[in-house]
C-alpha cells in the first residue's frame, strides 16, 4: 500500500511538472511575443520621435528665415533710435496701429492708392514692420487686394509718426 501511494505521489508529482512546464512555455511565449509587439511599438515610437524632431528643427529653422526681416530682431535697426528717446520696445505696435487706425468702414485707407471698388473700400490688413524706415503692408477691398511699401519716419521731437509710399501692386481679380 505504501508502494501505491508513493507510485501516485510519483505520478502527481511528474504530472504537476509537466503541467507547470507547459504552463510556463506558454506563458514564456506570451510574454515573448507581449515583447516583440513592445519592441516593435517602442522602435515605431522612437522612428516618429526622430521625424518629430527634423520638423521641429526645419520649423524652427524656416521660422528664423522668417523672421529675418523684421524690426524685433534687427539690432542695427533699433540702434538707429537710440538717442532719439524713442521707445523701441513698442514701436512696432505704434506703427500698426497707426496704420489700421487709418482704416476706415466709409472711406479708403489714405495710404493705400488704389480706391475699392463696388462701394467697399480699401483697408490695410497686413503689416510687417522691416526696419528702422520700411513697412511691408497688404491691402484689400475683399475682390481685389495688393502689397506696398512704406517708408515711415519718428519725429525726433514730437515723436509723431509720418508714412510715405514706395512702392504699390495690385492684384487681378481671381476669375472662378
Known amino acids: 500500500m505504501k508502494k501505491r501511494i508513493l507510485l501516485y505521489a510519483v505520478i502527481f508529482l511528474i504530472l504537476l511538472a509537466i503541467y507547470q512546464y507547459v504552463s510556463m512555455n506558454k506563458m514564456y511565449e506570451q510574454q515573448n511575443s507581449k515583447i516583440e509587439d513592445l519592441r516593435g511599438k517602442t522602435e515605431t515610437l522612437q522612428n516618429n520621435i526622430k521625424a518629430y524632431k527634423d520638423t521641429t528643427n526645419m520649423l524652427y529653422n524656416e521660422n528664423l528665415d522668417l523672421r529675418y526681416f523684421s524690426f524685433e530682431n534687427n539690432g542695427e535697426a533699433k540702434e538707429y533710435f537710440e538717442g532719439s528717446g524713442v521707445n523701441t520696445e513698442n514701436l512696432t505696435q505704434r506703427i500698426t496701429d497707426a496704420i489700421y487706425d487709418q482704416n476706415s468702414a466709409s472711406a479708403n485707407n489714405p495710404l493705400v492708392p488704389f480706391d475699392g ?24 477691398d475683399g475682390d481685389f487686394w495688393g502689397e506696398m511699401i512704406l517708408r515711415y519716419d519718428v519725429n525726433d521731437t514730437t515723436k509723431e509718426l509720418t508714412f510715405e509710399l514706395i512702392r504699390e501692386v495690385l492684384y487681378p481679380k481671381y476669375k472662378e
Open 117 to 140: 471698388t463696388g462701394g467697399k473700400f480699401m483697408s490695410v490688413d497686413k503689416v510687417k514692420v522691416i526696419n528702422h524706415k520700411w513697412i511691408l503692408c497688404s491691402f484689400t
